[in-house]
């Protein structure tokens, strides 16, 4: 009676075990699941606490290299204390004497300055100092911020993207006050000019990706430097017309619609390209009329909070849950339950064992073929690799030549005959049907009777065919085909389909590297005819007796011949790149007409000539009859001009005629 009562519990347990089962899985499941996203977010609350005090000291940094900075500093000294700076502002002193010019100078060597300029209470250069030797004297700044800022005694750092070099500045302002105390008025401002360099290094590693807002939302600087001149949000029109008002992005909004940030830059969390990312804000107090400037920091938190932690969390509670519950459930478990979940197991760890060969064949599979460098080598190891899988006992690769194309070439073949088609067309039999379709097919022949499969293989009896196209990106690259002796199961054909795949991936990699060379190929050609046909033409005008140069479209000098360098005594070299207003040789008087009238000729793609008087390298002045002749480049827009000088002094002396 007892036992029968045994034998009953027995069989309801047996019964009632997959039920028991997923009511075991499902409390441990929900308690591993609970315990994995308490633990990574109290992780991520912890590092977004961390990065925003990161935030803060960073921001901190910022401001004590610009306005807190040792060049603030400098010019803000000078700005208080010098005396002739003070009358110079107020305009009782003339500007750029050599003091001052040289202070200046000493000022931005100290702190590597491009720039340093002083501007006086009518808000015009005065004084100043350019790194580029063109300094900006005589510019009228009155509407600049940072010199509006200054007139209010205030120091400031204005950022700006120039209209002109399309390079980001900072602009470091300090006032000029009418005494030596800061009580008084301001008369003008002393500004000191820099690139971003030291801003950008600053904010390269200080997070995974660091940023510098304006206060307009414009990235002005970062880590990524594909992101600068985006917004953080989409603006309004109105918005966007202030910006492009302001002038002070330069040409970054004047066409184009602005960039918006993939992400909101609020602190917080965000998902970008798959991520979890950290965002935390900071002030950077520049003094900006328009508010203040921010800093954000973005931490990876797929980097620094690694799910596995958590989950290693996670899963110990789920563990200590289900081993308590399986505690419980084992009591009222009997021998036949144990005997199924021991069944299960080993039935559950063969499934893995053949999923990781699998898996490991297909790998060394993929790195063999990876090695072949042509389509036909390709196609072998194909071939060889089925054998290997699934046991291939013929085979045949099909590859078409190129996208448009409508027949495929054979480009391998394994144990088959002479009379397999060199060519097939998409739609001519079963394998070209199966270009057409882009599916793979399986065709079960009868071990007896007389049916005969007619394709690439010729007339076979095998127990299976199958055929697949090789396709990546829907676009068919060719197909195979091959026979096997006995008809594949589910996880052969899974595995023949995957090998097809990675074969249509390197086929690809093939034809790129080939299309690749080829190219490089042209382009060396084209590069050396190149070059042989610039050195002839420059041994024809070398051969002129008459200077002649030549100039761009914004009329700097391209070249000049031999003539040239001994008439004027100066050598190509110090000639490239220099416009006429730059030559030290020519007549200072003289020197605008010659740039005005190259900048003319060169617009209009016209010509011209005149007499004039010139002096040369011997130290005389001769009678010179000079050409012009403008040129246009292949899109019919200016492309230069061709100059040249004929020495009329020379040509009368010797008897000759023009």
């Keep these: 009676m007892v036992g029968g009562s045994m034998d009953s519990v027995g069989r309801f347990i047996a019964l009632r075990l997959n039920l028991s089962r997923l009511l075991l899985a499902a409390m441990t499941g929900v308690i591993g699941l609970c315990s994995f996203f308490i633990a990574n977010e109290v992780k991520e609350q912890g590092r977004l606490s961390l990065l925003q005090s990161e935030a803060y000291r960073h921001g901190i940094e910022i401001m004590s290299q610009t306005l807190n900075g040792n060049l603030m500093g400098a010019v803000a000294v000078l700005g208080l204390l010098d005396g002739e700076i003070k009358g110079e502002a107020m305009g009782a002193v003339p500007p750029n004497s050599p003091r001052m010019v040289g202070m200046l100078g000493s000022v931005a060597g100290a702190h590597a300055a491009h720039g340093v300029f002083l501007v006086g209470q009518d808000g015009v250069v005065h004084s100043s100092w350019d790194s580029s030797g063109r300094p900006s004297t005589g510019t009228n700044v009155r509407f600049r911020p940072y010199f509006q800022m200054a007139m209010q005694s205030k120091e400031n750092v204005y950022a700006a993207v120039s209209l002109a070099r399309g390079d980001r500045s900072l602009y470091f302002t300090a006032p000029i006050f009418s005494d030596t105390t800061r009580t008084g008025p301001a008369v003008g401002g002393v500004v000191a000019r820099t690139d971003l360099s030291k801003i950008d290094a600053m904010l390269r590693d200080k997070a995974d990706i660091s940023l510098l807002l304006s206060p307009q939302g414009v990235v002005f600087a970062g880590s990524r430097g594909e992101w600068i001149g985006f917004l953080a949000e989409r603006p309004s029109a109105a918005d966007l017309a202030a910006i492009r008002d302001l002038k002070q992005f330069g040409a970054m909004f004047e066409t184009a619609e602005p960039s918006i940030l993939p992400f909101s830059t609020r602190e917080g969390r965000v998902r970008l390209d ?63 339950a144990q005997q199924v979940s021991a069944d299960r197991l080993a039935e559950f760890a063969r499934t893995q064992q053949s999923m990781a060969e699998r898996k490991a064949q ?77 599916r793979l097919r399986v065709v079960v022949t009868p071990a007896e009777g007389p049916w005969i499969i007619e394709s690439g293989l010729g007339e076979t009896r095998p127990g299976a065919v199958i055929m697949a196209p090789v396709q990546l990106n829907d676009a068919v690259l060719g197909v195979v085909e091959v026979a096997v002796l006995g008809v594949p199961d589910e996880e052969a054909t899974q595995q023949f389909e995957d090998l097809v795949r990675i074969l249509a991936l390197n086929l690809e990699l093939v034809r790129q590297h080939q299309r690749t060379e080829e190219r490089l190929e042209e382009a060396s050609v084209a590069e050396r005819a190149k070059g042989e046909q610039l050195a002839f033409q420059q041994v024809l005008v070398d051969a002129m007796p008459y200077p002649v140069f030549t100039l761009d479209a914004h009329s700097r000098f391209l070249g000049a011949n031999r003539a040239f360098e001994v008439a004027f005594g100066i050598g190509k070299e110090n000639l490239t790149g220099r416009r006429m207003i730059d030559l030290e040789f020519l007549p200072e008087a003289s020197r605008a007409v010659f740039q005005s009238e190259s900048e003319e000729i060169i617009a209009a793609i016209g010509r011209g000539r005149r007499d004039l008087s010139l002096p040369l390298a011997d130290g005389r002045t001769h009678d010179i009859l000079y050409f012009l002749s403008g040129f246009a480049d292949p899109n019919g827009l200016p492309g230069g001009l061709v100059g040249a000088f004929v020495d009329l002094s020379a040509i009368s002396r010797s008897g000759g005629a023009p």
Aim: charged share 15%.
């Design 274 to 336: 798959g991520r979890s990312y950290a965002v935390a804000r900071a002030r950077v107090q520049w003094n900006d009329p328009f508010g203040d400037w921010t800093l954000v920091l973005m931490e990876d938190l797929s980097r620094t909070v690694p799910l596995a932690g958590s989950a290693v969390l996670g899963a110990a509670a789920a563990a200590v849950a289900g081993s308590l519950l399986l505690a419980l459930l084992n009591m009222l478990r009997s021998r036949h």
């Design 362 to 438: 297909l790998a060394a599979a993929a790195m063999r073929l990876q090695q072949a460098k042509t389509v036909s080598d390709l196609a072998d190891c194909f071939l060889r690799e089925s054998r290997a899988l699934i046991g291939t006992l013929q085979g045949l690769v099909y590859v078409r030549a190129g996208s448009g194309g409508t027949t495929m070439s054979l480009a391998a073949g394994y144990a088959v005959g002479a009379a397999v088609a060199p060519e097939i067309s998409d739609g001519e039999g079963l394998l070209g049907e199966c270009a057409c379709s882009g």
